[in-house]
């Protein structure tokens, strides 16, 4: 009911609440998905979406209130889980999982929270248009661009006379994707004549430079060191951005330099009279004072930000596919091993076609076939819906088969009940070890495909953050060990705490280890 009517609520008054409104975005990025264009166009879908988050929970809670006692066998099968304390402990897991990811932006994003500029506040994270630089007295040519918050909240520091200003940033202040980051760097200290990098014991290698702007990443000279010592090329470039110095170092000492343009050289060198940093180019290593805790990636996005989102493009996927596949495949499931005959015979012959086509190789040829402005969950979710719902419907015809001749089945009939109650209130309950048993398995396997189809680069834009294209990108660049290890720990983790509720679950399920028979 909350995200329901966060989801109404945002799209009436023009907030943004990215987790709930999200069937309204895919709405308005799928034409099919709404009617009529531009602002005036009706968003059915996102309506439709809301409306079921709405009536469902609603129907939720007025069961809760007017239902009878639960069923003592379902009772002492939950006590029966918790008592396996590692499929508890991950389901727990889990669900905190769940709900970080439906915090949002409060967790994760560029754009701050809350901002007090002149005793007035705003709140550009939840506002679906984005304010301009103007409206915190930035002027020049960003006065009518979008705000880069992080360097609000710096100049705001700096500013003594802007009333007071406060910006306040998300958790990881760094959006999942487009936003990438300016040139990293980090100090470094001049020891017996060596240069070693902060919190280091070897001396420094690599580029190193003298910033005009650090915050910027706007380089004054540019160096290289060896050992420690200043050796190779130096570049310099002015407050223009243009490069107008070079020299030459061997061993600590200057062999050649020139300089292009006015001025002279002592002058240009005295510019800035900064120190000295070690330059991070992406994908940089974890940076703790700048926030940065597990590197960027090649294309300058935080890590720990695109898990994040990766993180939600999981849940987002599970929330929308498994009621989809196992709506599908119980009820054809159900009806095949109830009604028999040429209705099963027909499924059975469907299923059978399905299961001999080369998944991946589909998969491959559905999503190269749609077009680049189309690609996104709702089209991968519907290719891999395709071939999802067969597993169930297996094991439903098997249960619906071993079912229908018994007792209870033969007096529902002659106390007149059809065939959907027969169905529905009969055989459907008797069945939910099944159900709840492949579920964590589903979720397992749906991860696992959406994963596979984004390592190989057919899975969703590169607008969604998602782990197969970050441990595609981890394996192309193998001299940044931050990618492929916090990627490869993500997923096993989650792949990890999914099987162990799964395996508890059909423990505690299991109907041969835990009943008795006359």
């Not at 070079?246 to 200057?254: P, Q, T, V």
């Amino acid at each position: 009911m909350l995200l329901g009517a966060l989801a109404v609520i945002g799209e009436l008054k023009g907030l943004d609440f990215p987790t709930a409104s999200w069937f309204f975005e895919v709405s308005r990025e799928l034409l099919p998905l709404s009617i009529g264009k531009g602002d005036d166009a009706f968003l059915w879908f996102g309506w439709l979406c809301s409306t079921l988050l709405l009536g469902g929970g609603l129907a939720f809670i007025i069961f809760s209130l007017k239902g009878t006692p639960p069923n003592p066998v379902t009772v002492r099968k939950w006590m029966r889980f918790r008592e396996i304390k590692r499929g508890y402990y991950s389901l727990l897991i889990v669900v905190f999982l769940a709900a970080l990811a439906a915090l949002d932006q409060v967790i994760v994003g560029h754009e701050a929270l809350a901002v007090r500029y002149k005793g007035e506040w705003s709140f550009p994270a939840f506002t679906a248009k984005p304010f301009k630089g103007s409206k915190y007295g930035i002027g020049g040519e960003l006065a009518d661009a979008p705000v880069d918050y992080r360097m609000l909240k710096i100049a705001l520091k700096k500013d003594k006379q802007a009333g007071g200003g406060l910006v306040i940033m998300p958790l990881i202040p760094y959006g999942s994707t487009g936003d990438t980051l300016k040139l990293r760097s980090v100090d470094l200290v001049l020891r017996e004549g060596l240069y070693y990098e902060s919190g280091r014991g070897t001396p420094y290698a690599g580029l190193a430079a003298v910033f005009h702007d650090v915050d910027q990443g706007r380089i004054h000279l540019r160096y290289t060191l060896r050992r420690g010592i200043l050796n190779g090329a130096v570049d310099g470039w002015d407050t223009f951005g243009e490069r107008v110095y070079s020299a030459e170092y061997k061993e600590g000492k200057k062999v050649s330099e020139k300089l292009e343009g006015t001025g002279d050289v002592a002058g240009f060198l005295k510019l800035t009279g900064g120190q000295l940093r070690a330059v991070k180019y992406n994908p940089a290593p974890p940076i703790w004072d700048k926030q940065n805790w597990l590197g960027t990636t090649s294309q300058g996005y935080d890590v720990l930000a695109y898990l994040y989102g990766g993180l939600q493009v999981n849940f987002k996927a599970t929330l929308i596919f498994l009621p989809v596949v196992y709506m599908i495949g119980i009820v054809l499931g159900m009806l095949m091993g109830y009604l028999g005959g040429w209705f099963d015979l027909v499924v059975d012959r469907l299923i059978e076609v399905f299961s001999n086509m080369p998944f991946l190789f589909v998969v491959i040829i559905f999503s190269s076939m749609v077009p680049e402005k189309f690609k996104g969950l709702p089209i991968i979710l519907t290719i891999l819906i395709l071939f999802g719902w067969m597993g169930i419907t297996a094991l439903m015809r098997t249960a619906a088969y071993r079912d229908k001749e018994r007792d209870y089945i033969a007096a529902a009939r002659v106390l007149g009940a059809g065939t959907p109650r027969i169905i529905f209130r009969h055989l459907l309950p008797n069945t939910v070890a099944i159900i709840v048993t492949l579920l964590p398995f589903t979720v397992s396997s749906l991860i696992f495909s959406l994963t596979a189809l984004d390592y190989l680069g057919f899975g969703l834009p590169p607008k969604d953050a998602t782990w197969g294209r970050l441990l595609g990108d981890g394996l192309s660049n193998l001299s940044a060990p931050w990618l492929i290890t916090s990627t490869f720990s993500a997923l096993v983790g989650l792949l990890v705490l999914i099987t162990f509720i799964g395996e508890a679950v059909r423990e505690a399920f299991d109907p041969k280890k835990y009943s008795y028979y006359r």
